[in-house]
């Protein structure tokens, strides 16, 4: 069975960055579609960032021209530069990786702290 490892979280002032990163423990993210995803406080889960098997990227508006989002050459790791970032974007954050069967695996999250 894969496994979904996060990294990289942490405490940061307003303003500082972050990468994420997730690990695979066998080479999916190739022919996956890839998604990071982030759980506020009393929140519902909300799909921060994809990428496609063809490399295509997408972001929620809040964190366009902050975020990016990429993979490895490799397909075991996908990761998530954050800069600038804000306190709203506080959260637990998740990875998530879907295959063609339509099968989806997830990671168990890390959490990422902005102080203000």
């Known amino acids: 069975q894969v496994q979904l490892v996060e990294s990289g979280g942490g405490l940061v002032q307003a303003g500082g960055s972050l990468r994420l990163s997730c690990t695979a423990s066998k080479s999916i993210f190739g022919d996956n579609v890839n998604r990071w995803y982030r759980q506020a406080p009393g929140k519902q889960r909300q799909l921060v960032a994809s990428?496609?098997?063809?490399?295509?990227?997408s972001y929620i508006d809040s964190v366009k021209g902050r975020f990016t989002i990429s993979r490895d050459n490799a397909g075991h790791t996908v990761y998530l530069q954050m800069n600038s970032l804000k306190p709203e974007d506080t959260a637990v954050y998740y990875c998530?990786?879907?295959?063609?069967?339509?099968?989806?695996?997830w990671g168990q999250g890390t959490q990422v702290t902005v102080s203000s």
């Open positions: 990428i496609t098997s063809g490399g295509s990227t």
């Open positions: 998530n990786s879907q295959a063609p069967s339509g099968y989806y695996y």
